[in-house]
């Protein structure tokens, strides 16, 4: 009976063992698994093109799946259900990890991508009352829309507002079932192919001196706090993969391009319309206040568009202590 109860013992250790092992998503081979989701354009993929291509990803003991998606909000929504440990996000996101839903690990790019586009002969921002008007809930199309209304003297009573995924919108608009759509670059230029006479009304530089649009890379809350090392080498092949797309313009929109299967053109194109940080300059605007003005402009912004009930201050999601000490690891 001694004998069996130890072996009944042992066995339960083993058991424990292998679930923590697997709690921890370490592979056989000493790798950590990891999960990504990204957005395909230059901002959100490029940084995974070149990961793979430079193979960071084994420099640093990651394995990781990637996961494409159309907009940074069905990404928390995946992180938060488990189905993700990473993801991208574009700046009309930003509300979620400031509300909680995540953790901001990296900042990417500075994007000048969304446009408030109308149909033929709407020529004014304020002819956009009483239109049908298609918007990704929740993204930049979102913000840009909401900036422009304002702009206008108008709000998102006197339109009608018409929640829609953006591959949605591309159709819709491009078969003119909708007046006008908050949309972006590379999105845009499909729409472009069908109407090639549509009308941009806002930009993202029409409201420059208020708001920034930084994109930005974020891990699930219990990413954060339970698997601390995994983050770190995920910011260390995220910030050499900056450096090296930096170093390397044109190598970084060929991977893309490889990685999206799209020409190079339209992605040299599309990566025209944003910043894009390096590792070095991102320490600096962490170290000097920069981000977190960036971040509470965008917060004010999210207070006024009824998405956060108040402007959190930014070091309860950004960890950019996490992004600059990664450096010397």
Known sequence: ????????????????????????????????????????????????????????????????????????????????????????????AVWLPASGKAKIVALNSLGNADRVIAQPGITDLAQLKGKKVGVPEGTSGDMILTLALEKAGLSATDIQRVPMDPATIVSAFASGQ??????????????????????????????????????????????????????????????????????????????????????????????????MLDSKTLDGYTADGTVDKWLKGMGDYFVGAKKLPDNPDPSTYYLGSVFTGAASK
Request: one cysteine or more.
């Open 178 to 275: 909708i007046d006008a759509a908050g949309i972006w670059y590379p999105l845009l230029n499909n729409i472009k192919q069908k109407k090639p006479d549509l009308v941009e009304l806002a930009k993202n530089e029409d409201f420059a001196d208020s708001v920034s649009f930084p994109t930005a890379f974020v891990a699930g809350n219990e990413a954060v706090s339970g698997k601390a090392d995994t983050v770190t080498k995920v910011v260390q092949v995220l910030r050499e993969a900056m450096d090296f797309r930096a170093a390397n313009h044109d190598k970084a929109v060929e991977l893309t391009a490889g990685l999206l299967k799209q020409p190079a053109d339209a992605v040299k194109a599309d990566a025209a319309n944003s910043k």
């Open 1 to 92: 009976m001694k004998r069996l109860l130890a072996a009944l013992a042992a066995a339960s250790l083993l058991t424990v063992a292998a679930c923590g092992s697997s709690d921890d998503n370490e592979s056989s081979g000493g790798t950590t698994k990891v999960n990504f989701g990204y957005i395909a354009d230059f901002n959100g993929a490029s940084l995974l093109a070149v990961a793979d291509d430079q193979k960071l990803w084994e420099k640093h003991g990651i394995e990781v799946s990637t996961k494409v998606f159309t907009n940074g909000p069905l990404q928390i929504t995946a992180i938060n259900a488990g189905d993700l440990d990473f993801g991208y996000i574009g700046p009309g």
